[in-house]
């Protein structure tokens, strides 16, 4: 059979291999930050080593891969490839990779995809951002066609879990956020900031929640820059600030007390050549950076320059964890209802393990879908990829819903009379009897 998406014919296990920011520090994980672009690479390259299904989870935080396997010797295969790929791809050596990442398989792989997507295993404790970060994490794979039955399963029942929590729970009441702390530290640098210049360099998600933030603190100069000015510029109408171009940075320096930066550059924006010559213009009047950015902004050698000082994510991290306490008794909660949810999820893939007739019918009809595209794309003349992509998601997502209406009643039914009719339904015994002819034909 051709079944590209679904090989419920051999044990199937999901994985995840990742680091994170308990796992290792930022200077190592800006170096395995996948950027938008890095993103479809790393998924064909999954793809064309026979990983059909894989997710690639990116953040400032983490950078996690998740992937599925027919039995465990094809698990650790996996791994090194991908150890090989990220070593080439990004120049690290091969003890980062093994000092500072971790390789979840089955009920602990989607147990921490559950936590991810919940807020449970971020560096603020229930942060909203981070739900978002996974759908879009999942989008992306979906439109370059790697992922099929096991992730879409997973995934979507991550997002219910999630939901779960968000509202069986108080984990969420009152979010946290980076961009949250980021306002907090620098209360706590200044005290009041209503008197205070800001210069924001981004005009993206991160840089947009700090700024309602900062907008609220009453500060009198807030000065938003951007490579994409007219980015900057309906980001000041927004929040009324002041668009500059990004070459004025040099001198907005001059003006304002602080910098927060969140940009998508993969090299550093400010230097600490630049920073130490605006400082005489200063006449060393202190200046404090927040660089909430993955891969970071500005130079950790800015530091080192009197009266500057730069706070970087994992300078965050400390702060964030004077407010677990308070979120200690929603974690909890919020940890029970996911063991829940990872024993129900664990039960219904033993089910699909354990029915072949489950199996039989997801053979069928991704046969059939796969077919009858081919023999529509064949009919076709100038078809584009994109469209052909679009077909090809369309088709798959009408045959998972179909699938799961049948293979639902199969599990909550399960009786002698409909297992019957299913069977007569998608041939099953008469698929069986062909491949036994056909192996003692081989005999």
Known sequence: ???????????????????????????????????????????????????????????????????????????EESIKKIDAFLMEHFGVALDWLKNYTYRFCDEEAYRHLFLVASGLDSMVIGEPQILGQVKDAYRMATFHNTTGFFLDKAFHKTF????????????????????????????KIFGE???????????????EIA?????????????????????AQKLAEDITGIPCPLQDIPDLLTKVDMVL???????PIIDKELVVSIMKKRKNRPLFFIDIAMPRDIDPEVNHIENVYL???????GLSQQHLSDRLKESEKAHTIIEEEVVKFSHWLEQLEKNPLITHIIDVVEETRSNELKRMMQKMKYVDEE???????LTRSIVNKLIHRHISLIRQNGSPSLLEIMKQLFKFEEENEKEMDSGNEGK
């Open 160 to 187: 219910n879990v999630a939901k779960r929590i968000r509202t069986e729970t108080r984990i969420g009441y009152n979010p946290l956020s980076i961009s949250s702390m980021a306002i907090e530290l620098s209360k």
């Open 311 to 317: 706070y970087d994510i994992d300078d965050l991290k």
């Open 1 to 75: 059979m051709t079944s590209d998406i679904l090989l419920l014919e051999k044990n199937m296990h999901i994985n995840v291999f990742g680091l994170n920011h308990n796992t290792a520090p930022i200077e190592i994980r800006e170096k395995l930050y996948c950027s938008e672009s890095d993103v479809p690479v790393i998924l064909k390259k999954l793809k064309d080593w026979g990983l059909y299904e894989s997710v690639v989870i990116s953040t400032c935080n983490r950078t996690e891969i998740y992937f599925c396997s027919d039995d465990s010797n094809n698990s």
């Open 387 to 393: 469209t052909l992509r679009n077909m090809d998601l």
């Open 211 to 231: 700024l309602k933030y900062f907008k609220k603190e009453g500060l009198t100069g807030i000065f938003i820059t951007n490579r994409t000015f007219q980015h």
């Open 193 to 207: 900031l209503n008197r205070k210049k800001i210069l924001v360099i981004g005009a993206g998600e991160m840089c």
């Open 261 to 267: 930066s969140s940009t998508g550059s993969e090299k």
